[in-house]
């Protein structure tokens, strides 16, 4: 497309040279002869994006740029052609012209066109891209420069690329810092859910400091988020490029508020006298002047501020003319406040009445309590109906010249005081206090879920019927399998259900009288009714079974049972805070062959509820103990941040959520060191059975109460092992005493037979007779492998002597060799001089020894073995030898024949 922008006439006046030089605007299409000037130059090209999203518009602007020329050359016209490759990606729209005019004459008619100038803004052409992603180029071909120096230029064709890409879809943030607190956890753009806590208690907002990770996002809300509550969630929405929204999710938790430190009083009146100045929270001296001599003490009403804090100093003795009374108010962070009064007496005006005291004292419509009398200046008035505003007292003073004030009250709240003063005649004053407590905010309705009567089929019930009795029997004959139960509630809006009155079985067959009260409580009556069976059994009567359908206790852990259990007392209330949705109970039978079932414990609703606890005996006989539980609209504050035990070892660690636990205790500790932390302050803590610890199992009880009432129990099972001991010593210290007596005397024993076989081994061979040699039989000289003179401590290491051996041969023996005498087979050195030798055929039992000794010492038993082999063979010769001996004289008892 083609568009000319044709510059107009300008006007160049130099003063300095006073030459005005006029120029004509005309249209000039370039024809405009070259003529030489001073180095003037000049180029064209593009400013703007080179991308474009979808179905949106792009502005391009088309510069000079790089301008140079003497001080007369001055750029006049311009031309050229825009073209677009792809007018389907990428289509023209319009080119605004710049014409010349005011500003375009101050922009180039300057003196120092000799310097480089800065871009100058020729024309602005706007393109509508396509609705889809594409790529073009724009082009603008024969561009031409006109100056008023007639130089022509004509700078290269330019092109700038053009892409068409679609809107974002990020809409994820870069960063998120809010203004207070901790961001939890550390951001990542990735995560949408965070916490942030630390944050202070007063704050009523919080801002975020947040970065879009494209710059073409937004964030449309969230920047600021009001806190209105201890939590809070705040939501931070980015809006991406393309309309996708992303949001994070930022839950603000506030720090607790901290403990109060307002110690001032709301109000402070005296029973006695009036407050000089009036009273107001942040004075704190006053004065009460004219109090009466008969006066000895002063009583002041004092109200706090913060219900938290507390007050001492109320009751003020008075014992002279003037007496200083100091009422201390202690914030709940114990920041401490004293409001000081000055009490003057006065001596009686003997010729005035001091009498301030009341005839009587009424209200409309409520009584006193205690009943009304003259020298009682504080009294209770319950259970005014909460519309009730404003109570009008009437005053009767006992002296016709005292005056009364105070008469009317104004009801602030569950609980006012008001103050009736009464002035005597000589100025003397009492001031009578009465507390108005309004009906608490309970459910009206009746509670009533006893019976004014039961009967079944016009027979009498046993035990005779008491609306208190809940259980009782009734027996009938076989042939009655049901009869009519008439029974009538004592309210009259409570309801009556009776199930089990009919199809009885032989035996005990339980009838339900189950009586609902207007409010929802419940209380079951139960007839366990006897059916006699059709014939008694033959061969002796059946084996009785056990009728106890007594409970031996119940024990609920998030609530207290009231009245305390008896097993007598089949009803009972329990109040549960609404966190609690399930009552932690547990009912253990009196009889172990008992059934316990125990039913409406959980799911608990807002207001009543009916537990129930149903102990079915072995007989079958049934006893219902019925527990209304209320759950309340208040939360409760009665659990344990922290329980530790200093002398004992918890099975586990603690959890405030866990109300159970085992402790094991050893030796004489008979109290656990316990520290029960409470999570709330204003908790109380109750440590029950921790005195007198057993050995064995013992229960601990840790009673939570909070501020409600609302209670909650830890119970602890302590398991006590002691250490048990006779004389002084434990089981273990006589079993190693009695080992180690029974170790030595074993080595004594020991040591006894070693010394009494040695002393054996000294006694000297005797050798045996020598028995007769025949002269005719040939002599066998044998002559065993055994050393006599060995050191040798056996028994069985005896040779015959001379070791001859008769055979008969049919030859005429030689003369028998000499038979030597026992005495000169015994050496002549004593036993113990005799050396012996480990290696020689002979074994002795000090060799045995000493090999045994070495081999434990040493772990090697090639020397015992050795010995023990040579034994062996010394015993094997021994038998061979006696052998030999039998059949020679069997030989010469032949022979002798």
Same mark, same amino acid.
């Given at each position: 497309m083609?568009?000319?922008?044709?510059?107009?006439l300008f006007?160049?006046?130099?003063?300095?040279?006073?030459?005005?030089?006029?120029?004509s605007?005309?249209?000039?299409?370039?024809?405009?002869?070259?003529?030489?000037? +001073?180095a003037?130059?000049?180029?064209?090209?593009?400013?703007?994006?080179?991308?474009?999203?979808?179905?949106q518009?792009?502005?391009?602007?088309?510069l000079? =740029?790089n301008i140079?020329?003497?001080?007369?050359?001055a750029?006049?016209?311009?031309?050229?052609?825009?073209?677009?490759?792809?007018?389907?990606?990428?289509?023209?729209v319009?080119?605004e012209?710049l014409?010349p005019?005011?500003?375009?004459?101050n922009?180039?008619?300057?003196?120092?066109?000799?310097?480089?100038r800065?871009?100058?803004?020729?024309a602005?052409?706007?393109?509508?891209a396509s609705?889809s992603?594409?790529?073009?180029?724009?082009?603008?071909t024969?561009?031409?420069?006109g100056?008023?120096?007639?130089?022509?230029?004509?700078?290269?064709?330019?092109s700038?690329? %053009?892409t068409?890409?679609?809107?974002?879809?990020?809409?994820?943030?870069?960063?998120?810092?809010?203004?207070?607190?901790?961001?939890?956890?550390a951001?990542?753009?990735?995560?949408?859910?965070?916490?942030?806590?630390?944050?202070?208690h007063n704050?009523?907002? %919080?801002?975020?400091n947040?970065?879009v990770?494209?710059?073409k996002?937004g964030v449309?809300s969230?920047?600021?988020?009001?806190?209105?509550?201890?939590?809070?969630?705040?939501?931070?929405?980015?809006?991406?490029?393309?309309?996708?929204?992303?949001?994070y999710?930022?839950v603000v938790?506030?720090?607790?508020a901290p403990p109060?430190n307002?110690?001032?009083?709301k109000?402070l009146?005296p029973?006695? $006298?009036?407050l000089?100045?009036?009273?107001?929270?942040?004075?704190t001296?006053?004065?009460?002047?004219?109090?009466?001599?008969? +006066?000895?003490?002063?009583?002041?009403?004092?109200v706090v501020?913060?219900s938290k804090?507390?007050v001492?100093?109320?009751?003020?003795?008075?014992?002279g003319m003037?007496?200083?009374?100091?009422?201390?108010?202690?914030?709940?962070?114990?920041?401490k406040?004293t409001?000081?009064?000055?009490?003057?007496?006065?001596?009686?005006d003997?010729?005035?009445?001091s009498?301030a005291?009341?005839?009587?004292?009424?209200?409309?419509?409520?009584?006193?309590?205690?009943? /009304?009398?003259?020298d009682?200046?504080?009294? *209770?008035?319950?259970d005014?109906p909460?519309d009730? *505003?404003?109570?009008?007292?009437?005053a009767?003073?006992?002296?016709?010249?005292?005056t009364v004030?105070g008469?009317?009250?104004?009801?602030? $709240?569950?609980?006012?005081s008001c103050?009736?003063? +009464?002035?005597?005649?000589?100025?003397s004053?009492?001031t009578?206090?009465?507390?108005?407590?309004?009906?608490?905010?309970?459910? =009206?309705?009746?509670?009533?879920?006893t019976?004014?009567?039961?009967?079944l089929g016009?027979?009498?019930?046993?035990?005779?019927?008491?609306?208190?009795?809940t259980n009782?029997?009734?027996?009938?004959?076989?042939?009655?399998?049901?009869?009519?139960?008439?029974?009538?509630?004592?309210?009259e809006?409570?309801?009556?259900t009776?199930s089990?009155?009919?199809?009885?079985?032989e035996?005990?067959?339980?009838?339900?009288i189950?009586?609902?009260?207007?409010n929802?409580?419940?209380?079951?009556?139960?007839?366990?009714?006897?059916?006699?069976?059709?014939?008694?059994p033959?061969g002796g009567s059946?084996?009785?079974k056990s009728?106890?359908?007594?409970?031996e206790?119940?024990?609920?852990n998030?609530?207290?049972?009231v009245?305390?259990?008896?097993?007598?007392?089949?009803?009972?209330?329990v109040?549960?805070p609404?966190d609690?949705?399930?009552?932690d109970?547990?009912?253990?039978g009196?009889?172990?062959?008992?059934?316990?079932?125990?039913?409406?414990?959980?799911?608990?609703?807002?207001g009543?509820?009916?537990?129930?606890?149903?102990?079915?005996?072995?007989d079958?006989?049934?006893r219902i103990?019925?527990?209304?539980?209320?759950r309340?609209?208040?939360?409760s504050?009665?659990?344990?941040?922290?329980?530790?035990?200093?002398n004992?070892e918890?099975?586990?660690?603690?959890?405030?959520?866990?109300f159970?636990?085992? %402790?094991?205790?050893?030796?004489?500790?008979n109290?656990l060191?316990?520290?029960?932390?409470?999570?709330f302050?204003?908790?109380i803590v109750?440590?029950m059975?921790?005195?007198?610890?057993q050995?064995g199992t013992n229960?601990?009880? %840790?009673?939570v109460?909070?501020?409600?009432? /609302?209670?909650?129990?830890?119970?602890?099972?302590?398991?006590k092992?002691?250490v048990?001991? /006779?004389?002084?010593?434990?089981l273990?210290?006589?079993?190693l005493?009695?080992?180690?007596?029974f170790?030595?005397?074993?080595?004594?024993?020991?040591?006894f037979?070693?010394?009494?076989?040695?002393?054996k081994?000294?006694?000297?061979v005797?050798a045996?007779?020598?028995?007769?040699?025949?002269?005719?039989?040939?002599v066998?000289?044998?002559?065993?492998?055994f050393?006599?003179?060995s050191?040798?401590?056996?028994?069985?290491?005896?040779?015959?002597?001379?070791?001859?051996l008769?055979?008969y041969?049919?030859?005429?023996?030689?003369?028998?060799?000499k038979?030597?005498?026992?005495?000169?087979?015994t050496?002549?050195?004593?036993?113990?001089e005799?050396?012996?030798?480990?290696?020689?055929?002979t074994?002795?039992?000090?060799e045995m020894?000493?090999?045994?000794?070495?081999?434990?010492?040493?772990?090697d038993?090639?020397?015992?073995?050795?010995?023990?082999?040579?034994?062996?063979?010394?015993?094997?010769?021994?038998?061979?030898k006696r052998?030999?001996?039998e059949?020679?004289?069997?030989q010469?008892?032949?022979?002798?024949?």
């Amino acid at each position: 497309m083609l568009f000319y922008v044709v510059g107009g006439l300008f006007m160049i006046k130099k003063i300095s040279r006073g030459l005005l030089v006029c120029l004509s605007a005309c249209s000039i299409f370039f024809g405009i002869s070259q003529v030489n000037a +001073v180095a003037t130059t000049a180029t064209i090209s593009w400013s703007g994006n080179a991308s474009v999203v979808k179905g949106q518009e792009i502005v391009l602007n088309i510069l000079a =740029s790089n301008i140079q020329g003497d001080n007369d050359a001055a750029l006049m016209t311009v031309g050229g052609k825009i073209t677009v490759t792809d007018e389907s990606c990428l289509s023209f729209v319009k080119v605004e012209k710049l014409a010349p005019g005011t500003a375009n004459k101050n922009v180039f008619a300057y003196s120092d066109m000799d310097g480089t100038r800065s871009d100058l803004a020729l024309a602005k052409a706007t393109f509508k891209a396509s609705n889809s992603a594409c790529s073009t180029t724009i082009n603008i071909t024969e561009p031409k420069l006109g100056f008023t120096d007639f130089t022509k230029l004509s700078p290269p064709t330019i092109s700038k690329t %053009i892409t068409v890409v679609a809107p974002s879809s990020d809409a994820d943030l870069k960063s998120l810092v809010p203004g207070a607190g901790t961001l939890s956890p550390a951001f990542n753009k990735g995560v949408t859910e965070y916490t942030v806590s630390g944050v202070p208690h007063n704050a009523g907002s %919080i801002s975020f400091n947040v970065a879009v990770n494209d710059p073409k996002a937004g964030v449309t809300s969230g920047r600021t988020c009001t806190l209105s509550n201890k939590t809070t969630t705040c939501n931070i929405v980015v809006r991406a490029e393309d309309g996708t929204t992303k949001t994070y999710k930022v839950v603000v938790t506030k720090d607790d508020a901290p403990p109060s430190n307002d110690a001032t009083l709301k109000s402070l009146t005296p029973s006695v $006298g009036s407050l000089s100045p009036a009273f107001n929270r942040d004075v704190t001296n006053y004065t009460i002047n004219n109090v009466n001599m008969s +006066v000895n003490q002063i009583d002041f009403n004092a109200v706090v501020n913060d219900s938290k804090s507390t007050v001492t100093g109320t009751s003020c003795t008075l014992s002279g003319m003037s007496n200083t009374c100091n009422i201390e108010v202690t914030a709940e962070d114990g920041t401490k406040k004293t409001y000081t009064i000055q009490v003057n007496k006065k001596e009686p005006d003997p010729t005035k009445s001091s009498d301030a005291t009341l005839k009587n004292l009424e209200a409309d419509g409520y009584s006193l309590t205690p009943a /009304f009398d003259k020298d009682t200046n504080k009294y *209770t008035i319950f259970d005014v109906p909460r519309d009730v *505003t404003t109570i009008q007292f009437q005053a009767t003073p006992n002296d016709t010249k005292a005056t009364v004030s105070g008469t009317n009250c104004n009801l602030d $709240g569950d609980e006012t005081s008001c103050s009736i003063q +009464v002035t005597a005649e000589d100025g003397s004053s009492k001031t009578y206090e009465v507390v108005v407590k309004k009906k608490e905010e309970v459910d =009206s309705r009746s509670d009533d879920a006893t019976l004014k009567s039961l009967d079944l089929g016009g027979q009498g019930l046993n035990p005779e019927f008491s609306s208190d009795n809940t259980n009782y029997t009734f027996t009938v004959e076989n042939n009655v399998t049901s009869l009519e139960v008439h029974a009538i509630p004592n309210h009259e809006n409570a309801t009556v259900t009776i199930s089990g009155q009919s199809d009885w079985k032989e035996g005990i067959n339980p009838v339900y009288i189950r009586v609902t009260a207007e409010n929802g409580s419940e209380k079951t009556y139960v007839v366990n009714v006897y059916r006699k069976p059709l014939n008694k059994p033959s061969g002796g009567s059946a084996p009785s079974k056990s009728s106890n359908n007594y409970l031996e206790n119940i024990i609920i852990n998030n609530g207290e049972l009231v009245p305390g259990f008896d097993k007598n007392n089949n009803n009972y209330t329990v109040n549960v805070p609404n966190d609690v949705t399930t009552l932690d109970i547990k009912a253990f039978g009196e009889d172990g062959k008992s059934n316990v079932v125990i039913s409406g414990h959980e799911n608990l609703k807002d207001g009543m509820n009916v537990v129930t606890v149903t102990v079915t005996a072995e007989d079958g006989s049934v006893r219902i103990y019925t527990i209304n539980v209320y759950r309340s609209k208040k939360v409760s504050q009665n659990k344990l941040k922290n329980l530790i035990v200093a002398n004992g070892e918890m099975v586990g660690s603690f959890d405030s959520n866990v109300f159970e636990y085992e %402790i094991n205790v050893v030796g004489k500790v008979n109290k656990l060191d316990l520290t029960a932390i409470p999570e709330f302050d204003s908790s109380i803590v109750e440590i029950m059975g921790n005195d007198n610890l057993q050995d064995g199992t013992n229960a601990i009880l %840790i009673k939570v109460t909070d501020e409600n009432g /609302f209670v909650q129990y830890y119970r602890l099972t302590v398991h006590k092992t002691s250490v048990k001991t /006779f004389l002084g010593l434990t089981l273990g210290q006589w079993l190693l005493l009695l080992g180690a007596l029974f170790l030595i005397g074993f080595l004594i024993f020991l040591l006894f037979l070693i010394l009494k076989r040695m002393n054996k081994d000294k006694e000297p061979v005797q050798a045996p007779p020598v028995p007769p040699v025949d002269s005719k039989s040939p002599v066998i000289e044998f002559k065993p492998e055994f050393n006599f003179g060995s050191k040798n401590g056996t028994d069985d290491d005896v040779v015959e002597a001379g070791g001859v051996l008769n055979q008969y041969t049919g030859i005429e023996p030689k003369e028998a060799p000499k038979v030597l005498e026992a005495k000169e087979m015994t050496p002549d050195a004593t036993y113990s001089e005799i050396p012996y030798d480990p290696y020689d055929e002979t074994i002795t039992k000090d060799e045995m020894y000493d090999a045994l000794q070495e081999a434990m010492k040493t772990k090697d038993t090639s020397k015992l073995k050795m010995l023990y082999e040579q034994e062996r063979l010394n015993r094997k010769k021994k038998e061979l030898k006696r052998k030999e001996e039998e059949r020679q004289k069997y030989q010469n008892g032949f022979d002798e024949d």
